[in-house]
């Protein structure tokens, strides 16, 4: 089944250092761009993360210190990079939980300033779970009935997503095509920030989603522990979090 698409939706994969949004780096982006007449373009590239790869990771995706020494960094790429993504959707396999958090931190670190916020996600992993419960090499034997050769590099992950997707909505005729439904589909909850520390309530209010606080009102708990916005700001949480809560406490002294 084709995409029924109102924008461009961008199917893409990051491979990195780690699994740490806040301390790790991107080393490969690899991205399938399908418009909405059915026009696909594809895009991957080496980037240099400025930090030695831990030998664990290449383990996974195979991509080594040597082969991206020469490369150009994320801050390099990054205007070029947000004017590709821009107007577009966005899709990926456990991308709501990993690459979007991780994309939107490393285009935070780079100073530049692109607006995820507005864009739909559509995380493929999220609707194959509620579905099957699998793994993207099952999902792709189990939709696709194809074995992913080369899996962990990113190029072949982002093909095999866009094409699960497919599968799925032939697979599914409860699933909607359309990208607002796959994105509300395939989200667990609506987060505030893209690491999901806090969350928006059925009232559409910003809740805490961790920690002691979890569950409370953010306004209430700047309110009454003014101590806990200079925790986050000093601690070990990613910019778009702090950016988020800066922006709610903000906005309670410009309603005074």
Not at 25 to 44: L, W
Not at 66 to 84: G, W, Y
Not at 135 to 142: H, P
Request: glycine share 4%; hydrophobic share 35%.
């Amino acid at each position: 089944m084709q995409l029924n698409l109102r924008n461009p939706l961008i199917f893409f994969d990051l491979e990195t250092t780690g699994i740490n949004i806040v301390k790790d780096r991107i080393v490969q982006i690899a991205y399938v761009k399908v418009h909405p007449n059915g026009k696909e373009e594809s895009k991957e590239r080496l980037i240099n993360p400025g930090m030695p790869i831990p030998p664990e990771s290449t383990a996974i995706h195979h991509i080594t210190d040597e082969m991206v020494k020469d490369c150009p960094t994320f801050r390099e790429i990054a205007k070029s990079l947000a004017a590709q993504i821009e107007g577009c959707d966005l899709a990926g396999f456990n991308s709501n939980r990993f690459d979007i958090p991780m994309l939107a931190e490393e285009f935070l670190r780079a100073d530049v300033d692109i607006d995820l916020n507005r864009r739909k996600f559509v995380d493929v992993q999220t609707i194959f779970h509620k579905k099957e419960q699998r793994t993207l090499v099952a999902a792709y034997k189990f939709y696709c009935d194809k074995d992913l050769v080369d899996a962990h590099s990113a190029q072949a992950d982002t093909m095999a997503t866009y094409e699960v997707l497919k599968a799925q909505l032939d697979r599914y005729p409860d699933l909607t095509n359309d990208i607002n439904e796959l994105s509300k589909y395939s989200s667990f909850t609506i987060n505030v920030d893209f690491a999901g520390r806090m969350v928006y309530n059925e009232k559409n209010e910003e809740v805490i989603n961790f920690g002691k606080y979890k569950g409370q009102l953010v306004t209430e708990v700047l309110k009454n522990d003014p101590s806990y916005y200079n925790w986050i700001m000093n601690g070990d949480f990613t910019l778009n979090t702090k950016k988020m809560l800066t922006e709610i406490k903000l906005r309670g002294f410009n309603s005074k």
